[in-house]
């Protein structure tokens, strides 16, 4: 029972996986035409910019998963994206209140 749980949980986060990472591409592309209206450039490798990019990167991989070896198993998958949530909150709490930059707001 507990393999086909997290076969499922698996499965479920891979569906929801594709649009995510695509969302979180589109919303950096969107954000560097910005940028470059708003200050001339479409990339100033401020940190949020960065721990962006990082974050998608991180989210990427498991899309690959059939060139990863490690990432086949439904467990070792759910572990792999449940420790890439610490990207989410770098991006978003590590950035705001620990790192400076112009997306910083402590």
């Given at each position: 029972m507990r393999g086909e749980a997290a076969a499922k949980c698996s499965a479920?986060?891979?569906r929801?996986?594709?649009?995510?990472v695509l969302l979180l591409a589109c919303g950096i592309f969107v954000g560097a035409i910005w940028a470059n209206m708003?200050?001339?450039r479409y990339w100033g490798w401020d940190p949020k910019e960065t721990w962006a990019l990082i974050t998608m990167l991180v989210y990427s991989?498991?899309?690959h998963r059939c060139f990863i070896?490690?990432?086949?198993s439904?467990?070792?998958m759910n572990?792999?994206?449940a420790l890439a949530f610490i990207c989410v909150?770098?991006?978003y709490c590590g950035v705001n209140f620990f790192l400076g930059g112009m997306h910083s707001y402590a």
């Amino acid at each position: 029972m507990r393999g086909e749980a997290a076969a499922k949980c698996s499965a479920a986060s891979l569906r929801l996986l594709e649009p995510a990472v695509l969302l979180l591409a589109c919303g950096i592309f969107v954000g560097a035409i910005w940028a470059n209206m708003s200050w001339g450039r479409y990339w100033g490798w401020d940190p949020k910019e960065t721990w962006a990019l990082i974050t998608m990167l991180v989210y990427s991989v498991p899309l690959h998963r059939c060139f990863i070896p490690f990432l086949r198993s439904p467990r070792s998958m759910n572990i792999y994206l449940a420790l890439a949530f610490i990207c989410v909150l770098m991006t978003y709490c590590g950035v705001n209140f620990f790192l400076g930059g112009m997306h910083s707001y402590a």
